[in-house]
């Protein structure tokens, strides 16, 4: 492990390659957001927020090195440490987020039902 905190760029780039080519979660990930999309007929650019966005997460600590230069040595293990010790946080909030999302997509699939069946919603 301490040598991925301490790992040059050409081994972080190929670890962050097998990593995202062989995660089963990025994988199914990407799956349901290409199923959504088919099943809403949705078009192909129809995913490029959902790509745009997973590529913004991905690219958060280059960007850091980019834009710190050598004060992202530094800072990047504060912002690693800071998120290992709140990393409830994160598990809170994403399952809140999911649970709304697919409440509003219940709620619109309920309305239209009761549309096409001349009910009172």
């Known amino acids: 492990m301490s040598r991925l905190q301490t790992a040059e760029p050409k081994f972080a780039l190929g670890l962050g390659v097998v990593l ?10 990407s799956i349901t957001a290409g199923l959504h999309v088919a099943r809403t007929n949705g078009s192909w650019w129809g995913c490029l927020p959902f790509v745009g966005l997973t590529m913004l997460f991905l690219a958060v600590p280059a960007l850091c090195v ?4 050598k004060e992202a040595k530094v800072v990047l293990p504060k912002i690693r440490d800071w998120m290992n010790s ?10 809140g987020v999911l649970r709304r999302a697919c409440d509003q997509q219940h709620r619109q ?11 009172p919603g």
């Open 109 to 119: 699939g309920l309305a239209s039902i009761f549309r096409d069946l001349d009910c």
């Open 86 to 95: 709140h990393a409830w946080v994160i598990s809170e909030i994403v399952p």
């Open 66 to 69: 980019v834009f710190l230069g």
């Open 20 to 29: 995202l080519g062989v995660f089963p979660t990025d994988i199914l990930t």
